[in-house]
């Protein structure tokens, strides 16, 4: 089932126009980060991943590289 998932989401993002994409998947891959914060259950390391995707997300804004 991921991976069907994972084919619709292809699907529909390359319907999405390149310079639009680009901005789109950054703030999936921030947003994703975010859906890791479960309640304290990891402590600190849940912090700093989403901040880690956080900073990642905004390089991704100016890259396509990340």
Request: net charge positive; hydrophobic share 50%; with cysteine.
């Amino acid at each position: 089932m991921p991976v069907v998932i994972g084919l619709v989401y292809v699907g529909l993002n390359s319907l999405v126009p390149e310079p639009h994409r680009r901005r789109l998947n950054a703030l999936v891959v921030t947003g994703a980060g975010a859906a890791y914060i479960s309640g304290g259950g990891f402590g600190l390391w849940e912090l700093a991943f989403c901040a880690l995707l956080v900073v990642v997300g905004y390089a991704g804004l100016t890259s396509y590289t990340l």
